[in-house]
């Protein structure tokens, strides 16, 4: 469980970590068909206080990756704000920007499921061992 | 570790997610993102971080040396104006205004109404500060609804604060810039907003017609321009 958290996570930072090259670098990341993806990075929903959504990204699937070290709650606290910041920028998406971003939806997606996986493992943990160390 | 029991647990995680979704919820009301309809992120930073380092000179952005030059033909009253300088104009800015590529010129007209003949003036008077792009983006971003009368004066004045404007008055070149831009658009046969040419700076331009108001519309143009 932990693992997959972590595998979960690590996909997560790389889209983030993408995304927030494309940003800097000023180029255009690789969109599909029905995605628009400029036209998503370019709005003003793509910052948040001067920060790009990409580079919140990142720190927070580091951090959840980082909690996998803590108690099993930490990664779900951390988990449950991914998901609700994602749900935010996918109602931004979907009804202010009228146009969606194939890696926005996946990271999403990644959150979702890490979410899932942390609420499972918080639950299952053994009551006497709640940490990975 | 202290025993924790699954019922526990689970009301803990509970609260937890409810936390989370206080704590966006915050941060994204906080950050004045969310929820403003059209008046959504009108900031000044923003936009004077977005033009930082760009030159500005009357009512072109970009270097002087750009090889390609963009002619823009607008109402700030204009919804699908404000449209191209949503969706469009960030990317252009970045790939190829930014990088000394393209020059663009922005030529204000009037004719939707007397909320566009106060804000044209006034543009004319920031174009005289080289400040024009801050005060049409964000005239853009605030834009209110046709001929609502939306551009009080309080309106005009808050915006020429935000755009760093040092007065609102446009001198006798800038007034005749105004009428020069509308006997441009006259003789072009420019009947609508926006209108773009393109060309080589310095001329000759030819209309640029792009099939919807994205970047993938204009890039091709701006491409060929540049001789690839």
Not at chain 2, 175 to 199: C, H, M, Y
Request: charged fraction near 15%; hydrophobic fraction near 45%; include cysteine.
């Amino acid at each position: 469980m932990t693992k997959a958290i972590a595998a979960l996570a690590a996909i997560g930072l790389a889209i983030s970590a993408y995304l927030t090259w494309v940003h800097y670098a000023g180029i255009e990341p690789v969109c599909s068909g029905i995605s628009d993806c400029e036209r998503v990075q370019n709005s003003s929903y793509a910052e948040l206080v001067g920060i790009p959504v990409a580079v919140i990204g990142v720190v927070g699937y580091a951090a959840i990756l980082a909690s996998l070290w803590a108690r099993v709650e930490v990664t779900a606290l951390m988990a449950y704000l991914a998901v609700a910041f994602s749900g935010y920028l996918t109602w931004a998406e979907l009804f202010r920007i009228d146009a969606i971003c194939q890696w926005c939806v996946a990271s999403a997606i990644v959150s979702l499921m890490i979410a899932v996986l942390a609420t499972v493992r918080a639950l299952g943990a053994p009551l006497h061992h709640r940490a990975l160390s | 570790m202290s025993p924790v029991t699954r019922s526990t647990m689970t009301l803990r995680l509970g609260l937890m997610a409810a936390l989370a979704l206080v704590v966006v919820v915050i941060a994204v009301v906080v950050a004045g993102s969310g929820g403003g309809g059209s008046h959504k992120s009108a900031s000044p930073a923003a936009t004077e971080s977005a033009l930082k380092g760009v030159p500005q000179s009357g009512i072109a952005l970009g270097s002087p040396k750009a090889p390609v030059t963009m002619v823009e033909f607008a109402d700030l009253q204009c919804p699908f104006c404000a449209q191209y300088h949503r969706d469009v104009f960030p990317t252009l800015l970045k790939r190829y205004i930014r990088t000394g590529k393209l020059r663009v010129e922005l030529h204000l007209l009037r004719f939707i109404g007397s909320d566009s003949d106060r804000l044209a003036r006034v543009a004319a008077a920031a174009s005289e500060q080289n400040r024009m792009w801050q005060f049409v983006s964000l005239a853009y971003q605030r834009q209110g609804t046709e001929n609502s009368g939306y551009a009080t004066q309080q309106f005009i004045d808050k915006l020429a604060a935000d755009a760093g404007l040092k007065q609102t008055d446009a001198g006798t070149a800038a007034n005749q810039q105004v009428r020069q831009s509308e006997q441009t658009a006259k003789t072009l046969g420019i009947d609508s907003t926006p209108s773009f040419l393109i060309g080589p700076t310095g001329g000759p331009f030819q209309r640029l017609e792009p099939s919807e108001l994205t970047p993938g519309a204009f890039i091709p143009a701006i491409q060929k321009e540049l001789g690839g």
